[in-house]
């Protein structure tokens, strides 16, 4: 039968060795004031147990008398958190007073007290862990006992808890893995979750993911234990590695035998070193992808001998099957991708004119996925009489197809312009392009919306014509005057090639205004007329900061909350109030391009007697935008320049298609780590501008009055 704690006389003090270990203080806990008496009079078996206990690595706790009152070690109290140490010589149910009446808790511990049966669980969650801040994902074998006193009597229940081997937690994420795999959509999304997953699943200190880049080379990007990585970081595209096809890495070595290496202690990478992190690996693991068409392998390390285990290598080949599969498909998407992307991009003009008083900017956001070339088009051309043409349009569909008549429909406007630029006239002619265009393909389906505009900067005129597409937003804004903005009221009509109507609107287009031209994936949103798209657009340009139009295109682009699945395309021109002074660079993709970027940006601002502050802050911006475009572009970049009276404007602009994939990929600067805050810091306003052709990153900088 249950009992007290026996008694007998005894020395008084402190279990020896108790505090050394850092475990509850029992010797100078206030035992007299419970039920079982001061500490020195406990019984020599009950104390030997104690001391079991308090010496033991494994947690364990004591759980003694009537009231279950709690003795536990060190290893104990890490596992229950900040209970300890209050716990100490309190009743358990009281302690744990959250969970001790679930099941498979207090019972377990009550029913061994009374009946003295021993209990075994494994496998299971640790129902009395509390881990701040992070939810235990370890599963436990537990066991109690019942603990007698000198006489026999119960007087308590000693509790062992035991981590179960890592595989079983291993196993469950490797569910996870796959499931994160599943989502991805490139080979640098595939590396970013396999680095990702490998060095905290096997707890290594370095990883890297191998592959071989179709053309006869190699591609090898790496982790490292204790590198920092934010949130920016992990959405741009890894720093791949480049070799040759007779590269000598263990993981490259793999991937073309098709044979795991397993290498428990030596200097695996030694050949390959490139820092101090891959001279101290001593133990790796290289395991093939055995993909049917892509070769490669991963791998894992650590920078102490390591055995590696039958259960670890099942564990790792099952990983690499799973980078496998997900590597085949990335490779399958980004040759589609590749395809989509070049047609689109040869379609679209490769740069718009520059003009002493009108200031032009476009903005491009892929529909869908991204993935599909699309049929949102946007040109600006001058024409013979020295105006100015704009034009934006929406050919229907999200198809090869559908670029290629957008395609079409754009040369032939162009050529319809210049040989006779009223706006009525040349959507007269492409509409019978278009219902041409339909009757070849056997379709009635075949429609295209377009809005195109001559600007006449002699006499401060617009003259527009639209069929069928959104009406144009201009933001007027006078030396003396608030802005605002209005659209247009030109006749819209019906599309090209249902049908449209010829019709014309001439309005006033003075030094300060800003026409904005917008494709509906710009206002239209699911389950949301277009007249609230269409008011929140006009009420950001018109309290947009200025009216330069790269900053206005961003600011429209943002306009309306919510995503859509349509392109998102924007034409903005500005009547500039002064002229204003431009220069560009060319920056080929070499080491010492930044440093040569920072040398001509001194200069010519140097040259335009700008403030000291200014070239500073110019010159440091432009630096850390270039080393990113040629960083995670892997591409030679532009770099442009445009001070006007107002404001310095700087661009860099790269040709990569790399990690603007996915919208959201865009919307992310960071030079590992500072670029961002620079920019933040030192720039007055910046911004991203996707294209089909790359990225623009750009910034601007308010220039102090003479």
């Not at 920092?228 to 993981?251: K, N, Q, T």
């Not at 660079?585 to 502050?613: D, F, G, I, K, N």
Request: net charge negative; proline share 7%.
């Amino acid at each position: 039968m249950p009992g007290t704690v026996g008694r007998v006389p005894a020395s008084a003090g402190p279990v020896e060795g108790a505090a050394a270990q850092g475990t509850p203080p029992v010797g100078h806990h206030p035992w007299g004031a419970t039920a079982l008496g001061p500490y020195e009079s406990w019984d020599p078996a009950v104390r030997a147990t104690v001391e079991v206990v308090l010496a033991s690595p494994a947690p364990m706790a004591l759980h003694l008398g009537d009231q279950l009152l709690l003795l536990y070690n060190e290893a104990y109290a890490e596992l229950i958190g900040d209970r300890h140490p209050q716990a100490v010589g309190r009743p358990a149910a009281e302690v744990f007073a959250e969970v001790w009446q679930r099941p498979g808790v207090g019972d377990i511990i009550e029913h061994t007290y009374r009946t003295a049966e021993a209990f075994l669980e494994r496998n299971v969650p640790f129902p009395l862990r509390r881990a701040a801040g992070d939810p235990d994902q370890a599963v436990y074998t537990r066991a109690c006992s019942a603990v007698r006193d000198s006489r026999g009597r119960i007087v308590g229940v000693l509790a062992v808890v035991a981590e179960t081997s890592p595989a079983t937690r291993q196993l469950r994420e490797l569910s996870d893995f796959a499931a994160a795999l599943s989502g991805t959509l490139t080979l640098d999304d595939v590396a970013r979750v396999a680095l990702r997953y490998a060095i905290t699943s096997f707890d290594a200190d370095r990883v890297s993911f191998a592959v071989d880049d179709g053309g006869g080379g190699w591609r090898m990007v790496r982790r490292v234990r204790g590198e920092l990585v934010d949130e920016a970081d992990e959405r741009l595209p890894p720093l791949w590695r480049r070799g040759p096809a007779d590269w000598p890495a263990p993981a490259v070595a793999t991937a073309r035998s098709g044979q795991a290496v397993f290498t428990d202690d030596g200097q695996p990478l030694r050949d390959i070193a490139v820092d101090r992190h891959d001279q101290k690996v001593r133990a790796l693991a290289a395991v093939p992808l055995r993909g049917s068409v892509v070769r490669g392998a991963l791998t894992v390390g650590y920078r102490s001998p390591h055995a590696w285990s039958a259960p670890e290598r099942a564990l790792l080949a099952a990983s690499a099957e799973l980078v496998g599969q997900a590597t085949e498909r990335a490779r399958r998407f980004e040759t589609q991708h590749g395809t989509a992307q070049l047609l689109q991009r040869s379609m679209l003009p490769e740069s718009l004119p520059g003009l002493p008083r009108l200031r032009i900017a476009a903005r491009y956001d892929p529909g869908v996925d991204g993935n599909a070339a699309g049929g949102d088009f946007y040109d600006a051309f001058v024409l013979p009489t020295g105006d100015l043409g704009v034009v934006l349009g929406d050919v229907a569909g999200h198809d090869v197809q559908a670029a290629a008549r957008m395609g079409q429909v754009r040369a032939a406007l162009r050529a319809l312009a210049l040989n006779d630029p009223r706006p009525d006239q040349v959507l007269t002619g492409l509409d019978r392009l278009v219902s041409s265009l339909g009757a070849e393909a056997g379709t009635h389906e075949l429609f295209v919306t377009v809005a195109f505009g001559v600007i006449d900067v002699d006499r401060e005129e617009l003259t527009l014509a639209s069929a069928g597409h959104p009406a144009p937003l201009v933001r007027r804004c006078s030396p003396a005057g608030e802005p605002r903005a209005e659209y247009v009221d030109v006749p819209s009509g019906a599309p090209l090639g249902i049908g449209y109507r010829a019709a014309t609107r001439t309005v006033a287009f003075s030094p300060g205004d800003t026409l904005l031209l917008f494709s509906d994936g710009v206002v239209e949103r699911r389950r949301q007329g277009l007249s609230p798209g269409l008011a929140r657009l006009a009420e950001s340009v018109a309290t947009a900061p200025s009216g330069d139009p790269r900053s206005l295109c961003a600011v429209a682009s943002a306009a309306v909350p919510g995503a859509t699945e349509d392109d998102v395309a924007v034409l903005a021109v500005e009547y500039a109030l002064r002229p204003s002074r431009s220069a560009r660079m060319e920056v080929p993709a070499e080491p010492t391009a930044p440093s040569r970027v920072r040398h001509w940006m001194t200069a010519q601002l140097t040259e335009w007697r700008l403030a000291e502050s200014v070239i500073g802050a110019a010159v440091l911006c432009t630096s850390e935008l270039t080393t990113n475009a040629l960083l995670h572009a892997g591409t030679a970049a532009r770099v442009e320049v445009d001070l006007s009276p107002e404001r310095l404007l700087v661009s860099v602009a790269d040709s990569g298609s790399r990690g603007t994939v996915t919208r959201a990929r865009t919307d992310t600067l960071s030079s590992r780590g500072r670029g961002l805050g620079l920019i933040e810091e030192l720039s007055d306003a910046w911004g991203t501008d996707p294209t089909v052709r790359g990225s623009t990153v750009w910034f601007e900088i308010l220039t102090p009055p003479e």
